[in-house]
């Protein structure tokens, strides 16, 4: 009784260990010892129904009789060979082990790697079940089956191929109790064979290449030559065009390298007067005017450099006979007898600026004709008002006290005739004030500062956003008047408590400074006259502020904008001054 406790211990002890699919043959093997302890307990505790009878020799034999049905009828061994261990798992090949009802009763790590899936988990389900996820593998697996010989085939999955062998599992009479799926993977062979076939499909190839090739050569090498005697002949025309075309075009065509001049045109000695073997014995920079000079010169050597620089310009020259001549350049880089150079194209542009020079003197005069018909009607209201006072001063007999309020009135209209006079002498003068390099930021804090101690300011709110910007060569007194004058008139466009933004930035080779506003936007009609001397919208004022500021700013090379914000936002001028500007020169 001892040796069956301990038997029945271990057997529950070992349960956790059967693959599921022998959980019932382990309920059965349990069953057998645990008869006779059971009947002799019975007995031992007359609990029995036959008390007097000790029915643990019939549990014996019971018990005997289900050992030996478990083991010879359910073939619990026969699936499983006892060297598995040292031998199928040690297998590269994978092994499967299929029984009758196509589940898996067994499987090996190979498999396991072939499958990527973990062979407890494969055991117990049914081939359906495990090959649901590919069709493909299920009805191959529906062929192999119904073979009842041992059967191969070739399998490819991904990037890999196998061969699937099925050979039955048979009993001692012969009867199939499962199968057994080999799987061995051929990858390398398959491989190899493809390598082979394609190198052979290759090797065809050439040789059916070469074959055609050398029946060819003659043919070819005739074509060749032909086509080579066509190109020499091509070459030599399209030479005789070029230099025909650059012979006699008009254009000044030249190639310099380093700093010698390397080719000229017949065109550069008519425009220069230079024969072309003084050319030739010339810098390149040599006829350029000598305010150019040092500036040609740095720009043609960093061209070579391969460092950027513009490739069109417009300078002047200074010809033989000592004449000035305006050209317009085109230069880029060539290959120059093994070496790089520069080859330029240059237009002569004098008569184009000569013509450009009086288009600008006529819009002068047609300017100052408009400025002094403006000039005209704003100088008449004032002198038609002293005018009218001397007229009641001097014709009627007034009381004196009024008459002292006529004198008044005289005195504040030829101020503000002198006014209208010195602001047209210290900003309309082509004198070019003072310039200098100065920060943008720090005058439209000193702007700023000057705004903020007028008394109209009427509650307005100021929103700064200045971006570091680099410092710029201008005039600093007038850039700061322009500035102010543009702040004031933000003011008196705002309603009361209104809100303006100043903006600084940089944009590419640019400054930027914007002043908007959110009062009411300027008409249409009104829009293009902004700009216009002594044209205001105001009660009071000159109409010379925005006048003045956009010549300013022109004289510094840059631009005055005024633009209109979307859905009646308010006002944006926006002043644009170059970071390198080139001074506006007097003439």
């Given amino acids: 009784y001892l040796l069956i406790i301990v038997g029945s211990i271990v057997l529950l002890r070992a349960l956790k260990y059967f693959e599921s699919t022998y959980r019932w043959q382990f309920w059965i093997l349990a069953l057998a010892p645990f008869l006779p302890w059971f009947s002799n307990i019975l007995f031992l505790s007359e609990l029995s129904l036959l008390p007097k009878v000790d029915l643990t020799p019939s549990a014996f034999m019971i018990s005997g009789w289900i050992l030996s ?4 009828r359910l073939y619990l061994f026969d699936l499983v060979p006892v060297a598995r261990r040292m031998a199928v798992d040690n297998m590269s090949d994978g092994l ?5 009802k196509n589940r898996v009763v067994d499987i090996n790590p190979g498999a396991e790697r072939i499958m990527g899936r973990s062979g407890r988990k494969l055991i117990g389900q049914n081939v359906n079940q495990v090959l649901a996820h590919r069709p493909d593998l299920l009805k191959m697996y529906g062929q192999i089956i119904q073979a009842t010989e041992q059967r191969s085939q070739e399998l490819q999955i991904n990037d890999h191929y196998y061969d699937i062998n099925n050979s039955p599992v048979r009993d001692e009479q012969q009867h199939v109790r499962g199968r057994l799926i080999a799987i061995r993977d051929i990858t390398i062979h398959k491989q190899a064979q493809q390598i082979l076939q394609r190198t052979s499909k290759e090797l065809e190839k050439k040789v059916l290449e070469r074959t055609a090739a050398i029946r060819q050569t003659n043919s070819s090498l005739r074509e060749e030559i032909e086509q080579r005697q066509q190109m020499e002949q091509a070459l030599r025309e399209s030479e005789t065009k070029c230099r025909t075309l650059t012979e006699t075009t008009s254009a000044a065509i030249f190639i310099y390298q380093g700093q010698k001049n390397c080719y000229v045109n017949p065109a ?14 010339m810098n390149f920079w040599d006829i350029i005017h000598p305010e ?15 460092e950027p620089v513009p490739t069109k310009q417009e300078l002047k020259i200074k ?7 305006w050209l317009e350049v085109n230069l880029g880089l060539v290959d120059y007898e093994g070496a790089v150079a520069v080859l330029g194209t240059a237009f002569d542009i004098t008569e184009r600026k000569a013509a450009e020079k009086q288009l600008i003197e006529a819009e002068r005069l ?5 400025l002094a018909a403006a000039l005209s009607h704003e100088i008449n209201n004032p002198l038609q008002i002293i005018q009218s006072c001397l007229d009641l001063s001097l014709d009627f007999k007034i009381d004196p006290i009024e008459r002292t ?9 030829i101020n503000l005739l002198k006014e209208i006079n010195q602001r047209i002498l210290n900003y309309a003068s082509a004198r070019p004030a003072p310039r200098a390099s100065v920060s943008v930021a720090e005058l439209l804090d000193h702007v700023m500062v000057m705004v903020r101690k007028l008394p109209i300011q009427n509650g307005v709110q100021f929103e ?17 008047q322009v500035l102010l004058n543009l702040l004031i008139n933000a003011i008196d466009s705002v309603p009361s408590k209104g809100l303006i933004r100043v903006r600084l930035r940089t944009e590419g080779e640019h400054v930027v400074v914007s002043v908007q506003n959110n009062g009411s936007s300027i008409p249409a009609e009104v829009m293009p006259h902004i700009f216009e001397p002594f044209y205001t919208t105001k009660n009071e004022g000159t109409g010379l502020g925005l006048w003045i500021s956009h010549r300013v700013i022109q004289q510094h090379n840059g631009w005055l904008n005024v633009e209109n914000l979307e859905n009646e936002q308010g006002v944006r001028f926006t002043v644009t001054l170059p970071l390198d500007p080139v001074l506006e020169k007097k003439s």
């Fill in 292 to 306: 150019l000079q040092q500036e040609i010169k740095e720009h043609g050597l960093s061209r070579q450099r391969g």
């Fill in 69 to 72: 049905w478990g083991v010879f």
């Fill in 366 to 370: 047609a300017a100052l004709g408009r």
């Fill in 464 to 480: 700064m956003d200045m971006q570091p910007t680099p410092e710029i060569v201008a005039a600093p007194v007038q850039l700061t």
């Fill in 319 to 325: 010809t033989k006979n000592g004449n000035v001549r």
């Fill in 268 to 281: 550069a000695e008519t425009i220069t007067g230079y024969s072309r073997e003084e050319l030739l014995e």
């Fill in 96 to 100: 499967i082990i299929i029984d009758q």
């Fill in 405 to 413: 309020e006529y004198l008044h009135e005289i005195r504040q209209q």
